[in-house]
């Protein structure tokens, strides 16, 4: 997630990619002090993230179903409604789980409510924003562009027009795999069976 709103802010893989093939400064980047992050969700990640957006001098909003503001206050956001959140954020990331109340929650109602120099990251489920939506407010360049690590679909089909659209960082759900995570994940599972096989070996006769 930090590495997604920082390349977003300054277009790191755009300006990598000209410098490998041999040009200069293509675009200009944007400070994050000042500038309003809103958070959809503000569970563990959430509040992880909110931290984030207060060491880069943001300001932090957040909704969610049954946020409450003193739950907000706690991780230094303030709570907003989710029409305010969509108007005023300069940087929408998504923290939810996917469920019959957030599938789709981020639509055309929500996207056309962004400012043109938006960014929206969903590092959480696909579904959660409504993606016909949101390729079609991308082709009309209704904001600056989404930062997406999650999609509808996974692995992302060949002709997906996320991999073409020039306005979007779209990476391939990588934003878990961390080493130190796997060797956790590996490790619980071997716990698991060795617990398992400890546990059949004294029952047997």
Known sequence: MRALILASARHLVR????????GRQTTIGANLRGKYLGLLGLGNVGKEVARIGLAFGMTVMAWSQNLTAEIASTAGAKLVDKETLSRHADILTVHLVLSRRTQGLIGTAELALMKKTATLINTSRGPIVDETALIEALRACRIAGPAIDVFDSEPLPANHPFRTLDNVLATPHIGYVT???????YGDAAASIAGWLEANAAQAP
Do not use: H, V
């Open 15 to 22: 300006e990598a990619a000209s410098l490998s093939d041999g």
């Open 179 to 185: 080493e130190e995570l796997y060797r956790t994940f």
